[in-house]
């Protein structure tokens, strides 16, 4: 059996990441009993994004796109691949809006699926 000190107590935040591992913390237990915090496999598969919140932009703006499990995100404006896209988190992207793009939807391909946007972008 295992000190109960080094186990953690009150898991209290539980997260799935975007790589579909489980994150959380405990407020008591670890080493020097001051809290921990843990990942687990369970081999969820990983989630999609969820939301994006830009309405419109020009040719050749860099569009902030905000959501959820972001990570090594691919984008496009209505079909159109995105010229450059920097992922600086999970929870949003920069993506520069290509030329021939068109007023339409934005897609995000993650490496856990891909989601549109319901809502329009509008290509000014």
């Known amino acids: 059996m295992r000190d ?5 107590a009150c898991q209290c935040d539980l997260v799935q990441g975007s790589d ?3 994150y959380g913390s405990a407020v008591g237990g670890g080493v ?5 915090y843990f990942a687990l496999d369970a ?7 969820r939301r994006f919140s830009p309405r419109s932009g020009p ?3 860099q569009v902030l796109i905000w959501g959820q499990d972001l990570l090594s995100a691919a984008v496009q404006f209505n079909g159109v691949a995105a010229t450059t896209v920097s ?4 929870n949003y992207v920069l993506a520069t809006v290509p030329a021939g793009a ?3 939807s934005i897609t995000i391909t993650t490496p856990g699926g891909r989601a549109s946007t319901v809502a329009n972008f509008t290509v000014q």
Not at 32 to 36: E, I, N, T, W, Y
């Open 4 to 8: 109960v000190g080094v186990d953690g």
């Open 87 to 90: 992922n600086s988190g999970p």
């Open 43 to 49: 081999g969820l598969p990983k989630p999609k994004p």
């Open 59 to 61: 040719v050749g703006a």
């Open 102 to 104: 068109t007023t339409g």
């Open 20 to 22: 579909g591992i489980i």
């Open 32 to 36: 020097k009993g001051a809290g921990l």
